[in-house]
């Protein structure tokens, strides 16, 4: 099970992904399995050298009781020293950003976030995405209408 960052796709180019742990607390376990889960406008920053993502929205789970958590805390990620070397270096690079793409749950149960470094795209790249999105979908249209 993937709850994938759409958004974030098209509105940035990916130059190099992670896969990371996140602290979450007892109710955003059991949230993140039922799909409720929000990625508008979150991103990675760095705080006492430590990556914390900020506007992730875990929502409520519907049978907590008053240990509920808050939807919208902000969460530590859990990386290697040199892995939050490597991505402090290059994000001093003038236009990148380190964005959540997705979530999931992995064998042992644990959720994991894979984040990416990336830089935004520009008004044309979008226009051009839309454009090839278009002329995909008219050409199957043209192969279901001919198919049996």
Same mark, same amino acid.
């Not at 530590?76 to 979530?103: A, N, Y």
């Given at each position: 099970?993937?709850?994938?960052?759409?958004?974030?796709k098209?509105?940035?180019?990916?130059?190099?992904?992670e896969?990371?742990?996140?602290?979450?607390?007892?109710?955003?376990?059991?949230?993140?399995?039922?799909?409720?889960?929000n990625?508008?406008?979150?991103?990675?920053?760095?705080?006492?050298?430590?990556?914390w993502? *900020?506007?992730?929205?875990?929502s409520?789970?519907?049978?907590? @009781?008053?240990?509920?958590? +808050?939807p919208t #805390? =902000?969460? $530590?990620?859990?990386?290697?020293?040199?892995?939050l070397?490597?991505?402090?270096?290059?994000?001093?690079?003038k236009?990148?950003?380190?964005?959540?793409?997705?979530?999931?749950?992995?064998?042992?149960?644990?959720a994991?976030?894979?984040?990416?470094l990336?830089?935004?795209? *520009?008004?044309y790249d979008?226009?051009?995405?839309?454009?090839? @999105?278009?002329?995909?979908? +008219?050409?199957? #249209? =043209?192969l $279901?209408?001919?198919?049996?």
């Amino acid at each position: 099970m993937k709850i994938i960052n759409k958004k974030a796709k098209f509105n940035f180019e990916f130059l190099e992904k992670e896969i990371a742990g996140i602290v979450l607390k007892g109710t955003e376990i059991k949230s993140i399995r039922d799909n409720k889960v929000n990625f508008n406008d979150s991103f990675c920053y760095f705080k006492d050298n430590e990556l914390w993502i *900020k506007n992730l929205n875990i929502s409520e789970y519907f049978n907590g @009781n008053l240990n509920n958590h +808050e939807p919208t #805390r =902000e969460r $530590k990620l859990l990386l290697t020293k040199k892995q939050l070397e490597r991505f402090k270096s290059k994000l001093e690079e003038k236009g990148l950003t380190i964005v959540p793409t997705e979530i999931f749950i992995n064998d042992k149960g644990f959720a994991k976030i894979e984040i990416a470094l990336s830089r935004g795209k *520009k008004t044309y790249d979008k226009k051009q995405i839309i454009k090839e @999105n278009d002329i995909k979908k +008219e050409m199957d #249209r =043209e192969l $279901k209408k001919y198919k049996f």
